[in-house]
């Protein structure tokens, strides 16, 4: 499979409609890809909580529009990031949308864990509640975003509905970078899977984002690590590696806590 993970910069001074056009534009060149992944709420700012209301949309909004046809022109699954949703009970949440290359809506997962500690997202936006798969030709892909990433048992779920590729999408911030990669690779290693994490650039609200989107091996080898700025981290990988890894090394069969016990 050949992955491009769109490493947006969110920065001031750049009006919502047109970053969203933009990023179309980055999606369409991305045609010769399997797979595209862009980030946590590329369209306001992970961090800027003062425009998630003005700014959210309702499930099939424009951001819905705008990246459906996108991904139908450039004939890939699309990974679309983030938006913040106004859901139909009236709440917001933080909800990805994963679209097929005919630009249909393959699944939405709205983000389980919120940031802030009781600030920011953690009180403005409501926590979903699904863990979410989707079946792409050659892998099943686990969906997360951002804060999830800090949770290991939310994979290890992922895991267990069949996931063999790891996307995260993240609005990450420079001050914890070293976390990033670490737990990026270490989520690879535990599940034995492939990790795609794809953040943001830019500044938002003041917050320094860290970058380094990074693809990670089920060994924990860095296949492909973006630098700091935007930028289109593109990478081949090879989905049977995934269940080679769990055959040769069948870590996952020895688990104890966590599994269910059969009745007597």
Known sequence: MRASLIQVAVDEGESVEDRRGRVASLVRACSDS???????????????????????????GVTYDVMAK??????????AGSI????SDGALYNTSLFFSPSGDLAATYRKIHRFGFDKGEAV?????????????????????????LRFPELFRGLVDLGAETLVLSAGWPERRRSHWTLLAQ??????????????TAGTHAGVPQAGHSIVVDPWGAVLGEAGHGEEVLTVEFEPGQVGETREVFPALKDRVLGVATPER
Do not use: I, K
């Open 84 to 87: 913040p949703e106004r859901g």
């Open 124 to 148: 403005l936006m409501g926590a979903g509640r699904d863990l979410v798969t989707v079946s792409l030709p050659d892998t099943v892909v686990g969906v997360a975003t951002c804060y999830d």
């Open 34 to 60: 399997d797979l595209v992944v862009l980030p946590e709420l590329w369209t306001t700012g992970a961090f800027a909580y003062e425009l998630f209301g003005a700014e959210s949309e309702e499930l099939r």
């Open 186 to 199: 270490a989520r690879a290693v535990e599940n034995q899977a492939f990790v795609l994490a794809c953040g």
């Open 70 to 79: 996108a991904a139908a022109d450039a004939g890939v699954w699309l990974h």
